[in-house]
Nanobody, 116 residues
């Protein structure tokens, strides 16, 4: 079965760092673009970053550009989100998403809390 399992969330102080991982299985991982989204309480889910399937080109939301880095390891079917210089505004549930041409899969999410 298709699975996307996020891990690495937790509590971190402002200015700190955290790395999220997403383990994928059950589909041809290397052919899918991978995305990180986040959703804070009372807010719409927003795209944070994605990495393409073809050439691993990347995109970042303006709010995280220069602070977050998305990467993938096709041999391990893993995608990562390294988050540096974290701010309280980054507090949200972070979701991993795989997207093919006409299909997409979502993970269950992992909580990231940035607070003193």
């Amino acid at each position: 079965q298709v699975q996307l399992v996020e891990s690495g969330g937790g509590l971190v102080q402002p200015g700190g760092s955290l790395t999220l991982s997403c383990a994928a299985s059950g589909f041809p991982f290397s052919l899918y673009a991978m995305n990180w989204y986040r959703q804070a309480p009372g807010k719409e889910r927003e795209l944070v970053a994605y990495i393409s399937s073809a050439d691993s080109s990347t995109y970042y939301a303006d709010s995280v550009k220069g602070r977050f880095t998305i990467s993938r390891d096709n041999a391990k079917s893993m995608v990562y989100l390294q988050m540096n210089s974290l701010k309280p505004e980054d507090t949200a549930v972070y979701y991993c998403k795989a997207r093919g041409f006409s299909i997409e899969f979502w993970g269950q999410g992992t909580q990231v809390t940035v607070s003193s």
